[in-house]
């Protein structure tokens, strides 16, 4: 725990217009932080990094820059603030840094998965799922999908390329072009996504598409199916994008932290960009397991600021397997025998 200047209450100027602040304002960390203020400790509510603190009502919480409005009470300076820190990552002098953490390849990997799987069986974590494209060419996707049939995944987030290539794979067999089974290219393959874009425009939705019948397997059909909500975010590379896609980014960020705030534990899979983001929206408690093949993925994760994420290094699709496998054992063990009773 750090301590700076503490019993002396913090120095609050309101904001004298929209989005904007005094240049003395205290940047939040995704610590846990409290703020001295009428002569008590007040825990700061909604904690995020690189947001602002603002207090109203004797009730302090982080606000991103954009959501300040005029006469928004605002804590500048790091008077009467203190950081609490959820984990083991912190400097020895209590400071939050980013570039403050480490990554090893050789981890094993599969007590990590097999923990994994003992906190969702049985303790019942709530399991939000961060998703990139290679979850399906890897052939992830079958396995992420027996999860969330099976009710592990509370919510998915990822963009509209991973929601385009699972449609695309369970409609047409291929995944850009290659073709699932052989992982040989197909004739005209290469259009193969566009037309799975299609077959979503002519119903309108993912839901609609699945629910006329024409989609009826894949992450997407079994979000549909057991009513897990996704959430995927827009970017300029996107080809359509599918009508569910979210093309504003700010609305797209507070869908995603609508769903990160829900979370126990953050899984990333594949996905730097996604990754990153979310581990900008969580709070340092909030444990985050990051999967890549490429280590200097997983390591950037950390370096951004999210010093909790625990780092894989492997292939995505065997992650999956294996974390399917040891949930598969325990759900065919008796309960005492699971919790190691």
């Known amino acids: 725990m750090m301590d700076v200047n503490t019993q002396k209450s913090v ?10 602040v005094p240049d003395d304002f205290y940047s939040t960390t995704n610590y846990t932080t409290k703020i001295f203020y009428g002569n008590k400790w007040l825990t700061v509510h909604n904690q995020r990094m690189d947001a602002l603190i603002v207090v109203d009502n004797g009730i302090a919480s982080c606000k991103k820059l954009r959501e300040i409005k005029k006469g928004d009470m605002v804590v500048c300076g790091d008077t009467g ?18 570039m403050n953490n480490c990554v090893s390849s050789e981890r094993r990997n599969e007590l990590l998965i097999k923990e994994l799987a003992g906190e969702l069986f049985n303790e019942d974590k709530r ?19 027996q999860l969330i ?38 004739h005209n393959g290469y259009r193969n996504h566009m037309r799975a874009i299609n077959q979503v425009m002519r119903y309108g939705s993912i839901k609609k598409t699945a629910e006329a019948g024409v989609l009826r397997s894949g992450i997407m059909y079994e979000c549909v199916k057991h009513n897990v909500p996704f959430v995927l975010a827009g970017s300029l590379r996107d080809d359509g994008p599918l009508p569910d896609t979210i093309t504003d980014m700010i609305e797209a960020q507070n869908a995603y932290n609508d769903q990160l705030r829900k979370a126990d534990i953050v899984l990333i899979l594949g996905t730097m960009l996604h990754g990153i983001a979310s581990g900008n929206m969580l709070p340092a408690k909030i444990k985050m397991i990051c999967v890549d093949i490429n280590s200097a993925v997983v390591t950037k994760l950390s370096d951004r600021g999210s010093g909790q994420a625990l780092g894989i290094v492997t292939d995505v699709g065997l992650f ?22």
């Open 149 to 186: 049939r099976r009710g592990y995944i509370s919510s998915i987030l990822a963009g509209n390329a991973v929601a385009v290539h699972d449609i695309e794979k369970n409609l047409f067999g291929t995944s850009l072009g290659i073709c699932a089974k052989s992982g040989k290219v197909t």
């Open 81 to 98: 603030v203190k950081l609490v820190m959820d984990n083991e990552e912190a400097d020895s002098d209590g400071s939050f840094n980013f």
């Open 320 to 341: 999956l397997n294996l974390l399917d496998n040891e949930l598969c054992k325990l759900e065919n063990m008796p309960k005492f025998a699971a919790q190691g009773i």
């Open 11 to 20: 120095i609050l100027k309101a904001s004298e217009k929209d989005k904007n």
């Open 127 to 145: 399991l939000t799922v961060v998703a990139g494209p290679v979850v399906v060419h890897t052939g992830g996707d079958y396995y992420l999908s």
